[in-house]
């Protein structure tokens, strides 16, 4: 290989190649491309160039609920110091259900996102599990998601990340590894919300992306603090306007400001409605930093963290009476539609008060003569309320496996209850439930199951009784199943159509 494409592969490897078709036979593990030309091929070597560059690496910070990184993935020598001195920021003893890794796709053109479900990821410091399980169910839920194993095979954008957490980490981990190739921002956002339950205290993110290619040194300094400082804002539109801006000064030599913008744009679209979100600026260089490095055409390397600030968010949200009304006034005006054969009527948000505008979760309870005629609800606060509330409403009237669907005779029998969901709290002890205040969600495996906080005062269970009828009712494991589970709470904002809550 000569040295001017070896220098081009570690600075990026950003020129486009031809489309390829996937290979005929599955692929069971991904191994390798740029072992040997981004890092180090060679085992001992690998983990001798990676205890250098941590030991060069900015300290921890010890945040306490470290939520994403973005971190650059360019060859070591250039931005492996400001790559380690990301993952250092996580605690070596941390444990994740999963590490979603997303980068852009240098290779391959298609408009979404591809998730590896073929097997593993390899590389020289041995095997990383992939999620493939969660990876098909991805993919089951949206053709936004893809399975390409050709968008995987040559990019280096996730491969680089790889060892630098087998070093860091000391429990095991699982990825879920996500190209993203759509260069199309309304996409990004659906990808984004396809993405956010899992976006958690539970889960780490890693964006994978350079900053400017190609400028003079003194340019990509001031460009990439531009477009950083849009990043740190939390916010898509000043993302995207940053870009533009950067393009419209035909900086000399400079071919783009961002080359993983869409998984930028991604996480982005994740955080801009968390007000626990924070971006906070880790390091930054660029190519020409390095001894004997060319500072007339560098490419930059930002490493930023986010953090979600608050154990629980603010309990200060509230309902007034005229929002609660008009909750209620569209659960069932929307119902009405759907079971009459109508099409749902439009809203106008300008005549809303912001509350019903805020990300919330909510479910929605229908009775009838006094018993449960449906209820279906979501938990991930995504979508504005009034928009949730709609949904859950058709989907209670007309999804509920329990129940046949409503029909337009049954609505003057109807009586309608929503309840507005806060996030969920894992606890430690079931001591911390308090009956009527807190529902539950029970979690074991894939096996699930929720009551909400009005179950225990409707019931007059005990919370034993609380919890077994959940594990075996809902959950499916068992009178006793609550026991080895995992168990969250959260409250609930309950209000109803027959009283004003």
């Known amino acids: 290989m000569g040295i001017v494409l070896r220098v081009l592969l570690l600075l990026l490897g950003v020129l486009v190649l031809p489309f390829r078709l996937p290979a005929q036979s599955a692929i069971v593990n991904r191994v390798p491309a740029v ?10 070597t690998l983990r001798s160039d990676l205890a250098s560059l941590f030991a060069r690496a900015r300290p921890s910070a010890s945040y306490p609920h470290l939520a ?71 993919i089951r839920r949206s053709p936004l998601f893809v399975d390409r194993v050709d968008a995987h095979r040559d990019e280096h954008c996730i491969e680089v990340t790889l060892p630098f957490l087998q070093y860091h980490l000391k429990r095991p981990f699982t990825i879920v590894p996500i190209v993203i190739a759509s260069d199309d921002p309304n996409t990004c956002r659906s990808i984004a919300r396809l993405l956010q339950p899992y976006f958690s205290r539970k889960n780490l993110f890693v964006v994978s992306t350079d900053f400017s290619h190609y400028p003079s040194a003194d340019d990509a ?29 035909r900086i000399p030599g400079l071919a783009t400001s961002m080359c993983g913008w869409p998984a930028v744009l991604t996480l982005l679209a994740m955080t801009e409605a968390d007000s626990d979100a924070r971006y906070h600026r880790i390091q930054y260089r660029h190519s020409g930093d390095v001894p004997g490095g060319d500072r007339s055409r560098v490419v930059g390397y930002h490493a930023i963290a986010v953090t979600l600030e608050q154990e629980n968010r603010s309990t200060g949200f509230e309902l007034t009476k005229q929002d609660r009304a008009a909750l209620l006034h569209l659960a069932r005006s929307t119902i009405e539609c759907r079971v009459a054969g109508q099409s749902v009527r439009s809203v106008d948000e300008r005549e809303l008060s912001p509350a019903l505008k805020v990300p919330c979760g909510a479910f929605v309870t229908l009775k009838e003569s006094g018993q449960l005629r449906g209820c279906i609800g979501r938990f991930d606060g995504t979508e504005p309320l009034y928009r949730v509330v709609q949904q859950m409403a058709i989907a209670a009237a007309t999804e509920d496996p329990r129940f046949p669907p409503v029909q337009k005779g049954e609505m003057d029998q109807l009586d309608i209850e929503i309840s507005v969901l806060t996030p969920m709290k894992k606890v430690s002890s079931i001591d911390e439930i308090q009956m009527g205040k807190h529902g539950i969600y029970i979690k074991k495996g894939n096996r699930t199951g929720t009551f909400l906080p009005q179950v225990a005062t409707e019931t007059g269970w005990t919370k034993g009784e609380f919890l077994g009828h959940c594990a075996q009712d809902k959950a499916g494991l068992g009178w006793d199943g609550w026991k080895d589970a995992e168990i969250y709470v959260y409250e609930a904002l309950v209000f109803g159509e027959k009283e004003d809550n």
């Not at 072992?35 to 001992?44: D, H, K, N, P």
């Not at 400001?82 to 980068?103: H, K, M, R, T």
């Not at 990439?224 to 940053?242: E, H, I, W």
């Open 35 to 44: 072992a040997g030309t981004f890092y180090a091929g060679e085992r001992s």
């Open 68 to 138: 994403a990184l973005i971190v650059p993935h360019a060859g070591y020598v250039y931005s492996g110091e400001v790559a380690a001195s990301a993952f250092n920021q996580i605690d070596p003893n941390a444990q994740f259900e999963n590490i979603f890794i997303l980068g852009p796709s240098h290779r391959v053109g298609f408009d979404g996102a591809a998730v590896y479900v073929s097997g593993n990821f390899l590389t020289p410091l041995g095997t990383v599990p992939v999620d493939t399980a969660l990876g098909r169910e991805l």
């Open 221 to 249: 300094t001031r460009i990439d603090a531009a477009t950083a400082d849009a990043v740190c804002s939390n916010s898509t539109d000043r993302l995207l306007a940053a870009l533009q801006a950067n393009g419209r000064k």
